[in-house]
């Protein structure tokens, strides 16, 4: 089949999709069932990870069980932990499999209460997704937006931190508040925002190359995810066009067991214990970047991206 009619074929696109996530979910289940636990400093990597092994059913009980326990042995009482990211995932994990355990990790509701916009976004949603404070979060929705979204449609993480990898996952996060609360608001908040960014995604796939986190797995994971809702949602083919040439750039990194490095630069081997600014075998990494968050992030995103496709019909490029 040419590139051309796998570009306009949903099917096939989530297929491709489904495939890159199954991959990084057999690499995660076995590091764990190696290990026992991450080689390696994570903030969420366990709760993703369980989001991404849980609906898959027997195969990974096994590892989901390891990660309920590591996360249930993790000090919630220290500075840095990252409440947002594992309440998103543990109680995505509730709704999709009625798991009680991952619904006692999340309620009463907790956060660190990080002001950048995609932490605030996050925990708009995780509200919606629980049921609570929904008032509370449509309005931080909005003011955050109003603040950060500026008349082209970039959302930035903050007054002048201009960032593709965060626009696209702020972006995700704002698709995802709009189908929950029904706001025409954050419909034309996230079109804009689909917009902007499927204007720079290059011929070769490449995207990610503005701002903080350049290339990093997370964003292209958050922006598969964004144009596959985009193209479910408005049914326009330059969205479908556009996450083909980005899975064609994100494939072209994929390692022979399935996992990604966490800076697509064609330079990285391995992963440091902990985020490195300094360590010149790692260029690109941030002091908070941790190897087992993103990979598994990644695969959350691939696979919600995935199940967006399911079954929907093909549409012509012109």
Not at 52 to 67: I, N
Not at 134 to 144: K, L, M, P, S, Y
Not at 228 to 245: D, Q, V, W
Request: aromatic share 14%; with cysteine.
């Amino acid at each position: 089949m040419s590139p051309h009619e796998e570009e306009v074929n949903p099917v096939l696109l989530g297929a491709r999709l489904h495939g890159l996530a199954d991959g990084i979910a057999d690499y995660l289940d076995a590091t764990v069932a190696r290990h026992g636990e991450w080689p390696a400093r994570s903030f969420y990597g366990e709760s993703f990870a369980a989001l991404l092994l849980g609906p898959m059913g027997p195969k990974y009980a096994a590892s989901v069980e390891r990660l309920r326990v590591l996360y249930q042995d993790k000090d919630k009482q220290a500075a840095d932990f990252h409440w947002e990211f594992n309440n998103y995932a543990w109680y995505s994990l509730f709704r999709k499999t009625g798991d009680p355990v991952a619904r006692s990790f999340v309620l009463p509701l907790r956060f660190r209460h990080t002001p950048v916009t995609n932490w605030t976004l996050l925990r708009s949603v995780t509200r919606f997704l629980v049921g609570q404070e929904t008032e509370v979060a449509g309005r931080e929705a909005v003011n955050v937006l109003e603040r950060f979204q500026s008349g082209s449609g970039l959302i930035c993480d903050d007054r002048s931190v201009r960032s593709f990898q965060y626009h696209c996952f702020s972006a995700v996060m704002t698709a995802e508040l709009e189908t929950l609360s029904g706001s025409s608001y954050l419909l034309d908040s996230f079109r804009r925002a689909a917009d902007f960014i499927e204007r720079f995604v290059l011929r070769t796939g490449d995207t990610l190359y503005l701002g903080r986190g350049q290339q990093q797995s997370f964003g292209y994971g958050a922006l598969a995810c964004l144009l596959a809702l985009s193209f479910r949602r408005f049914r326009e083919a330059r969205y479908l066009g556009a996450l083909a040439r980005c899975l064609s750039f994100l494939d072209a990194y994929r390692r022979m067991d399935g996992s990604f490095p966490m800076v697509l630069n064609g330079c990285e081997q391995g992963f440091p214990a902990a985020g490195s600014v300094s360590d010149a075998r790692f260029p690109g990494w941030y002091a908070y970047n941790n190897y087992f968050d993103y990979l598994p992030f990644l695969g959350v995103f691939l696979r919600k991206a995935a199940c967006e496709l399911d079954g929907l019909p093909g549409v012509g490029v012109k």
